[in-house]
């Protein structure tokens, strides 16, 4: 299956939500208060969020009005194009850098969103490209994050910098980016421990490795990448807060939009926070993570 053949399966859930309903409320063409009353709500259901549903609605109906139709029609093409437009405007309101030798990625997140994993994947993606990438096993509080960084070097061709469980995260990152600077790499992708957004000390961490990324490289790190699990819903929205107060997040990952997340999730954090997603996740495989592309997440929603 083609990339976009997966999204649009793992995004059935939510395409079910917006469609079925909507043809039933669509019925005999007009659009009225009741109407859009009903449509916000399933936007909600959808994991839009509540701002975020409202504020797309009423620029949908905004829309619908400038338009020569007013049928059920043109509201559905309305809302595809409404959303289509936040999603590319956070993309263009908030550029990449340009690229520097070696292009630093720090990866953050809570546990158990897929993280390593996703920092395999993006080892593979930056392959692809023909890019030379090395790994920081900054995760030290688990030993089998580091050895599961090192699987994924592995798998990858990408060189795995470690200094094993219980070492100093900053230490090993440090490290790594002063070998990535000596051994001329294009890519850095470092990983961090997983932790819980509410506990300060280990947000401190995070502060400290990105104090010493500054002092090998003040313009590091280049990205700073949240990555969420796609089946957290509105959960997400206290992690992305909490992430961004203490670092600075420049992107997302939003990672299991394979069947049981709902995609609205994407929209919601994007209009909220206005960072952009970066890259989604749509399965297990090395092919399953690539760069968002707005249009086509759209489509996959309609």
Known sequence: MSFFARLKEGLAKTRQILNTPLEELFVGGKVDEALLEELEEQLVMADFGVEASARIVAEAKARLDRGQKKDGDAMREALR?????????????????????????????????????????????????????????????????????????????????????????????????????????????????????????????????????????????????LVLDGTTGQNAVSQVQKFHEAIGITGLVVTKLDGTAKGGVVVGLSEKFQLPVRYIGVGEGLEDLRPFNAGEFVEALF
Request: aromatic content about 4%; proline content about 5%.
């Open 81 to 225: 194009e409404t959303i289509r437009d936040h999603l590319e405007a956070v993309e263009r309101a908030v550029p990449q850098p340009p690229r520097v030798r070696p292009w630093v990625i720090l990866v953050v997140g809570v546990n158990g969103v897929g993280k390593t994993t996703t920092i395999g994947k993006l080892a593979a993606y930056y392959r692809s490209q023909g890019e030379g990438v090395l790994l920081a096993a900054g995760d030290t509080y688990r030993a089998a994050a580091v050895a599961q960084l090192q699987q994924w070097g592995e798998r990858c061709g990408c060189p795995v910098i470690s200094q094993g469980q219980d070492a100093d995260s900053a230490s090993v990152v440090h490290d790594a980016l002063a070998a990535a600077r000596a051994r001329k790499f294009d890519v850095l992708i470092a990983d961090t421990a997983g932790r819980l957004h509410t506990k300060s000390n280990l947000m401190e961490e995070l502060k400290k490795i990105k104090r010493v990324l500054g002092r090998v490289d003040p313009s590091a790190p280049h990205e700073t990448l």
